[in-house]
T-cell receptor
Framework: GDSVTQMEGPVTLSEEAFLTINCTYT??????LFWYVQYPGEGLQLLLK?????DKGSNKGFEATYRKETTSFHLEKGSVQVSDSAVYFC??????????FGQGTELSVKP | SQTIHQWPATLVQPVGSPLSLECTVE??????LYWYRQAAGRGLQLLFY??????ISSEVPQNLSASRPQDRQFILSSKKLLLSDSGFYLC????????????FGPGTRLTVT
């Protein structure tokens, strides 16, 4: 069935460090791919998306490229800030328009 | 623009008591609606989704139920809460027939004691 695997957290970085959060998926057909971010005590916010192969989604300095050949959608940011501390979820679309959520990766950025 | 509301924001209920959580969406028509539960430190579990009034699909058998009495209203209920029902409940919507992105509400923190 459809599934997604994210790198285990927590990920702890210093401010201005480079961030990569790996995400690979198994999905039927041609999914759309999403990254969501959840700040403590809040709901999920859509961070970025890509809907076809080689598309690059970007927002707030974060980027992810739809790699169909490796079924991956890794999240990157060149220079993280303390305010980026949150839990990040990778989510491909699945059957019936549902989203398949990973377990989330907690990011902690230290000043 | 579209807005999604959930209430209450927090709730503490004893085991065996009933539950009613409400979600409403503004600024869109005929949305697909979703209920998720997030246990502490874990990912999201899809509980129910609805593609229209009175149409509810259950993803996980449990003592919870959902209803959609109006186009933009989605209710999560239980007749008797269990300790294992504690968690963070999230409602989400997406535009029917459009892209697959979902938009989430602020959530309800439920603690069953």
């Amino acid at each position: 069935g459809d599934s997604v695997t994210q790198m285990e957290g927590p990920v702890t970085l210093s401010e201005e460090a480079f961030l990569t959060i790996n995400c690979t998926y198994t999905a039927t057909g041609y999914p759309s791919l999403f990254w969501y971010v959840q700040y403590p005590g809040e709901g999920l916010q859509l961070l970025l998306k890509a809907t076809k192969a080689d598309d690059k989604g970007s927002n707030k300095g974060f980027e992810a490229t739809y790699r169909k050949e490796t079924t991956s959608f890794h999240l990157e940011k060149g220079s993280v800030q303390v305010s980026d501390s949150a839990v990040y979820f990778c989510a491909p679309s699945g059957q019936g328009g549902k989203l398949i959520f990973g377990q989330g990766t907690e990011l902690s950025v230290k000043p | 623009s579209q807005t999604i509301h959930q209430w209450p924001a927090t709730l503490v209920q004893p085991v065996g008591s009933p539950l009613s959580l409400e979600c409403t969406v503004e600024g869109t028509s005929n949305p697909n609606l979703y209920w998720y539960r997030q246990a502490a430190g874990r990912g999201l579990q899809l509980l129910f989704y609805s593609v229209g009034i009175g149409q509810i699909s259950s993803e996980v058998p449990q003592n919870l139920s959902a209803s959609r009495p109006q186009d933009r209203q989605f209710i999560l209920s239980s007749k008797k809460l269990l300790l294992s029902d504690s968690g963070f409940y999230l409602c989400a919507w997406r535009t029917s027939g459009a892209g697959y992105e979902q938009y989430f509400g602020p959530g309800t923190r439920l603690t069953v004691t």
